[in-house]
């Protein structure tokens, strides 16, 4: 295979932007060139002419102008078996689960429907321009094996685990503290490290582990200290006041976590909105990245997500974004984005859109610790890649013709795009979106 040379707008941040005239956060390149080689890793980046002339004479070229290349988005909580329960009518979250989401996960025993929605599920996330993504599946090992069979297929940066749960769930969603700990094992040693796969241990939360169960899920931690721990903090009041009912000898919901050795900086915490200032010192010492899941938490009413509290004190906490499709709304970071955008304002705070652009591509990749990975259009980096279009609907290319900076234009993809806004998305240096 020959290199590949693609021409368009080209940003890619450094760093988190510090003000909205942050320039030295970000590269822009006004008519940029990116050469992909044949292995999918950035060879070349800069202005095209300069890229070009260093070019191999059988490069092929792909113009994009006058669209914006960027680092394909991540998305770091989502729920892979939850596709067909989103926007699902319910008063919280534990009604939610209970009504609509146990029971739709129970059919993930069977591999014909887990195979069936993986293909689905990866679709929807490469239609918005989201190239990794970081996703719980069911209990049942045949989730997991969907899930990473589809991502190989494809080639994709995901990571994913086979939930464990003991207790406080439907019949055909439970498994014991031996059946989890080695099924979990046997997803790893099946798809670890296979192609870009990466496999989190996922207890789903304290609520549904028993504390033999979260025994063994410390014991896989510290076998596997490499590994991503994914799990869920503090998103509902009634969930926090249940879950510290069931753990009686912890401090807090965080502590319990904390007492198994769960916490660290692989360790994602989906939502962690209602914390103790002693809980936000602990996520801050072991490095744990909380996760804000703005469409979820507004749709089921589970609160509002203090980014600015948590990023500005003394002892900061590492944060994330991400969809929590189902409890999600939109399988699109850029409405996540908006949406979060709204939650600060509510809070009387503000989130500007380069601060946006780098939550979905640099920040998230490093909270998973890859941005020497993904994430950015950096030199060695694969060649995940979203094209956008300012200008893909009637109402936004009229609003386009008044916009005359990279932060307007910015603002406005993440307040009216969606997966219209998508021209086309790359996974290392292969067209996918527009092969569905």
Same mark, same amino acid.
């Not at 008519?31 to 999918?40: C, E, K, R």
């Not at 596709?83 to 146990?102: G, H």
């Not at 409405?335 to 955008?341: F, K, L, N, V």
């Given at each position: 295979?020959?290199?590949?040379?693609?021409?368009?707008? #080209?940003?890619?941040?450094?760093?988190?932007?510090?003000?909205?005239?942050?320039?030295?956060?970000?590269?822009? *390149?006004?008519?940029? +060139?990116?050469?992909?080689? =044949?292995?999918?890793?950035?060879?070349?980046?800069?202005?095209?002419?300069?890229?070009?002339?260093?070019?191999?004479?059988?490069?092929?070229?792909?113009?994009?102008?006058?669209?914006?290349?960027?680092?394909?988005?991540?998305?770091?909580?989502?729920?892979?078996?939850?596709?067909?329960?989103?926007? !699902?009518?319910?008063?919280?979250?534990?009604?939610? #689960?209970? %009504?609509?989401? @146990?029971?739709?996960?129970?059919?993930?025993?069977?591999?014909?429907?887990? %195979?069936?929605?993986?293909?689905?599920?990866?679709?929807? @996330?490469?239609?918005?321009? %989201?190239?990794?993504?970081?996703?719980?599946?069911?209990?049942?090992?045949?989730?997991?094996?969907? @899930?990473?069979?589809?991502?190989?297929?494809? $080639?994709?940066?995901?990571?994913?685990?086979?939930?464990?749960?003991?207790?406080?769930?439907?019949?055909?969603?439970?498994?014991?503290?031996?059946?989890?700990?080695?099924?979990?094992?046997?997803?790893?040693?099946?798809?670890?490290?296979? +192609?870009?796969?990466?496999?989190?241990?996922?207890?789903?939360?304290?609520?549904?582990?028993?504390?033999?169960?979260?025994?063994?899920?410390?014991?896989?931690?510290?076998?596997?200290?490499?590994?991503?721990?994914?799990?869920?903090?503090?998103? $509902?009041?009634?969930?926090?006041?249940?879950?510290? *009912?069931?753990?009686?000898?912890?401090?807090?919901?965080?502590?319990?976590?904390?007492?198994?050795?769960?916490?660290? $900086?692989?360790?994602?915490?989906?939502? =962690?909105?209602?914390? !103790?200032?002693?809980?936000?010192?602990?996520?801050?010492?072991?490095?744990?990245?909380?996760?804000?899941?703005?469409?979820?938490?507004?749709?089921?009413?589970?609160?509002?997500?203090?980014?600015?509290?948590?990023?500005?004190?003394?002892?900061?906490?590492?944060?994330?974004?991400?969809?929590?499709?189902?409890?999600?709304?939109?399988?699109?970071?850029?409405?996540?984005?908006?949406?979060?955008?709204?939650?600060?304002?509510?809070?009387?705070?503000?989130? $500007?859109?380069?601060?946006?652009?780098?939550?979905?591509?640099?920040?998230?990749?490093?909270?998973?610790?890859?941005?020497?990975?993904?994430?950015?259009?950096?030199?060695?980096?694969? !060649?995940?890649?979203?094209?956008?279009?300012?200008?893909?609907?009637?109402?936004?290319?009229?609003?386009?013709?008044?916009?005359?900076?990279?932060?307007?234009?910015?603002?406005?993809?993440?307040?009216?795009?969606?997966?219209?806004?998508?021209?086309?998305?790359?996974? =290392?240096?292969?067209?996918?979106?527009?092969?569905?």
């Amino acid at each position: 295979m020959t290199d590949t040379l693609i021409r368009g707008r #080209l940003l890619s941040f450094k760093r988190a932007p510090q003000s909205l005239t942050d320039s030295d956060s970000y590269l822009y *390149e006004h008519d940029g +060139g990116l050469l992909v080689n =044949a292995d999918g890793k950035i060879t070349a980046v800069g202005d095209y002419a300069r890229v070009k002339a260093a070019a191999p004479e059988d490069v092929v070229e792909i113009d994009h102008r006058p669209h914006l290349i960027l680092p394909g988005f991540i998305d770091t909580h989502v729920h892979f078996p939850q596709m067909q329960v989103i926007a !699902s009518y319910a008063a919280n979250l534990l009604e939610w #689960l209970n %009504t609509y989401t @146990f029971p739709e996960e129970c059919r993930f025993v069977e591999s014909e429907h887990a %195979t069936r929605i993986a293909t689905h599920f990866y679709d929807e @996330f490469l239609r918005h321009g %989201t190239t990794t993504a970081v996703a719980y599946c069911s209990v049942h090992k045949t989730s997991a094996d969907a @899930f990473f069979a589809e991502a190989i297929k494809r $080639n994709m940066c995901m990571v994913g685990g086979k939930v464990m749960m003991d207790r406080n769930a439907p019949q055909g969603l439970l498994d014991t503290p031996e059946m989890g700990y080695d099924e979990t094992r046997a997803v790893i040693e099946q798809w670890h490290g296979k +192609g870009r796969c990466h496999v989190a241990i996922t207890p789903r939360f304290a609520i549904t582990s028993t504390p033999e169960q979260m025994s063994a899920t410390q014991a896989l931690a510290q076998e596997f200290p490499d590994l991503f721990i994914q799990t869920h903090l503090s998103e $509902n009041r009634e969930e926090i006041r249940y879950t510290c *009912e069931l753990y009686p000898e912890a401090k807090d919901y965080t502590d319990i976590y904390a007492r198994y050795g769960l916490l660290g $900086n692989k360790t994602l915490l989906g939502h =962690a909105i209602h914390l !103790s200032e002693r809980e936000m010192d602990v996520l801050s010492e072991t490095g744990s990245i909380a996760v804000h899941c703005p469409t979820s938490n507004l749709f089921i009413g589970s609160g509002l997500f203090p980014l600015r509290p948590l990023t500005r004190r003394e002892k900061p906490v590492r944060i994330a974004v991400a969809t929590d499709i189902g409890g999600g709304s939109s399988y699109s970071m850029l409405r996540t984005m908006d949406e979060a955008y709204k939650i600060q304002q509510i809070l009387g705070e503000r989130l $500007n859109p380069l601060e946006s652009f780098y939550m979905m591509t640099r920040g998230n990749a490093e909270a998973l610790s890859m941005e020497t990975d993904i994430g950015t259009l950096d030199l060695g980096s694969v !060649s995940d890649l979203v094209i956008l279009d300012a200008a893909s609907t009637p109402a936004m290319k009229l609003r386009m013709e008044t916009i005359s900076t990279l932060p307007e234009e910015l603002f406005l993809l993440q307040t009216m795009g969606d997966d219209r806004a998508v021209v086309e998305t790359y996974v =290392a240096g292969k067209a996918m979106k527009n092969t569905l």
